[in-house]
T-cell receptor, first 113, second 111 residues
Framework: SQTIHQWPATLVQPVGSPLSLECTVE??????LYWYRQAAGRGLQLLFY??????ISSEVPQNLSASRPQDRQFILSSKKLLLSDSGFYLC????????????FGQGTRLTVV | SQQGEEDPQALSIQEGENATMNCSYK?????LQWYRQNSGRGLVHLIL?????REKHSGRLRVTLDTSKKSSSLLITASRAADTASYFC???????????FGTGTRLKVLA
């Protein structure tokens, strides 16, 4: 069966520090991978998605970047965090096929102080 | 960017009552999906309805889709306290693998 791992669960970082959030998927190959951000009490904003290694699409210009160094690994990074980067970050994956659902990790609560 | 809006933003009902949530979207879609999110957790997929379908059932869930109005509704029948969560619709557009989510409805079921 497929599983998705996202860590850490919570993170408190000072302004100006770097960020690296990692997401890995097990039990499938060539998944579509996604990073979303959710502000408190709000909907999900798609940040990045990837349909293959090294193929990253950015949806919202911002202080963040994403990389996919391996087929089932998706990394969200920042060189210098801003206060506005605080939020709940969710990684997800889907099969590369029409009419399928997305499977989500448990999320990372990031607080920039 | 967010594709759609959901209403109501919040809904509070008594256990045993039905809960109806609505979702509107803006562009053509391949399918529309509904997800549930417990507080502080990841999202869990509930049901998917394709663009050529009008209604779908899964247990106590009933989803309708009206592509002419670009809208969908989720009905939860005989609600339980355990149904308390946020519910989101998501659309997947033609020729894309992107899932674009609505703003969500926070449902509270009172025991």
């Amino acid at each position: 069966s497929q599983t998705i791992h996202q860590w850490p669960a919570t993170l408190v970082q000072p302004v100006g520090s770097p960020l690296s959030l990692e997401c890995t998927v097990e039990g499938t190959s060539n998944p579509n991978l996604y990073w979303y951000r959710q502000a408190a009490g709000r909907g999900l904003q798609l940040l990045f998605y990837s349909v293959g290694i090294g193929q990253i699409s950015s949806e919202v210009p911002q202080n963040l970047s994403a990389s996919r160094p391996q087929d089932r690994q998706f990394i969200l990074s920042s060189k210098k965090l801003l206060l506005s980067d605080s939020g709940f970050y969710l990684c997800a994956w889907s099969v590369m096929r029409r009419d399928t659902e997305a499977f989500f990790g448990q999320g990372t609560r990031l607080t920039v102080v | 960017s967010q594709q759609g809006e959901e209403d109501p933003q919040a809904l509070s009902i008594q256990e045993g009552e039905n809960a109806t949530m609505n979702c509107s979207y803006k562009t053509s879609i391949n399918n529309l999906q509904w997800y549930r999110q417990n507080s502080g957790r990841g999202l869990v997929h509930l049901i998917l309805i394709r663009s050529n379908e009008r209604e779908k059932h899964s247990g106590r869930l009933r989803v309708t889709l009206d592509t002419s109005k670009k809208s969908s509704s989720l009905l939860i029948t005989a609600s339980r306290a355990a149904d308390t969560a946020s519910y989101f619709c998501a659309t997947c557009g033609s020729g894309t693998y992107k899932y674009i989510f609505g703003t969500g409805t926070r449902l509270k079921v009172l025991a």
